[in-house]
């Protein structure tokens, strides 16, 4: 199956300071990659569409200045938290929409990356 | 704006015994049903993807249902066993193909030996 990378997995980082997560999709291309945040025992919320080429769309409630999105490439879109807060500690996962027309649309997921901002 | 709701939000069972999570939208114009299964801290696992004009899909010890027009849908575990413990996520795609997932808070399940 399809296969989506993140990197890192987990980093922790001083409040301040940035921190970028790369979403790769390994196998197939992505015109389309989501990025989610996830806090404890929560659901896993949409931040933003990242589409390849152009800006990114963003939720409602979402900082596109604090949330910086790049999809520069067909196989990566990269998520870069400025200026990280401890409200900022959250679990990012980024899914990748494999085109195959219609219903064969298919989303895959990576494995998530655990932010910690002390 | 499309809500989906899951209950319980968490379950003990023994091994060995069947259950049943809910998973119920509130806005019947969907494009398809997933359910996910997530270990604490990890990435999500597609268990079974539901189009909206199928009823049911099944996968060893799971089943999934879908009743479209009533907003429901149940993932049934069979024969329940330890290594089932996880958090089990539903998910709606809206009407249209290629649009981002909405998810429910999640069923967390704990099977005990």
């Known amino acids: 199956g399809a296969v989506v990378s993140q990197h890192p997995s987990r980093v922790i980082c001083k409040s301040g300071t940035s921190v970028k997560i790369e979403c790769r999709s390994l196998?197939?291309?992505?015109?389309?990659m989501f990025w989610y945040r996830q806090f404890p025992k929560q659901s896993l919320m949409l931040m933003a569409t990242s589409n390849e080429g152009s800006k990114a769309t963003y939720e409602q409630g979402v900082e596109k200045d604090k949330f910086l999105i790049n999809h520069a490439s067909l196989t990566l879109s990269t998520l870069t938290v400025t200026s990280a807060h401890p409200e900022d500690s959250s679990f990012y996962i980024c899914?990748?929409?494999?085109?195959?027309?219609?219903?064969?649309?298919?989303?895959?997921f990576g494995p998530g990356t655990r932010l910690t901002v002390l | 704006k499309q809500e989906v709701t899951q209950i319980p939000a968490a379950l003990s069972v023994p091994e060995g015994e069947n259950l049943v999570l809910n998973c119920s939208f509130t806005d019947s114009a969907i494009y398809n049903l997933q359910w996910f299964r997530q270990d604490p801290g990890k990435g999500l696992t597609s268990l079974l993807l539901?189009?909206?004009?199928?009823r049911e899909q099944t996968s060893g010890r799971l089943n999934a249902s879908l009743d479209k027009s009533s907003g429901r849908s149940t993932l049934y575990i069979a024969a329940s066993q330890p290594g089932d413990s996880a958090t089990y996520l539903c998910a709606v795609s809206p009407n249209q193909a290629g649009t981002a997932l909405i998810f429910g808070k999640g069923t967390t399940l704990s099977v005990s030996s």
């Open positions: 899914s990748a929409r494999r085109s195959g027309g219609g219903r064969t649309d298919t989303q895959y």
């Open positions: 539901i189009q909206s004009s199928q």
């Open positions: 196998d197939f291309q992505a015109t389309t």
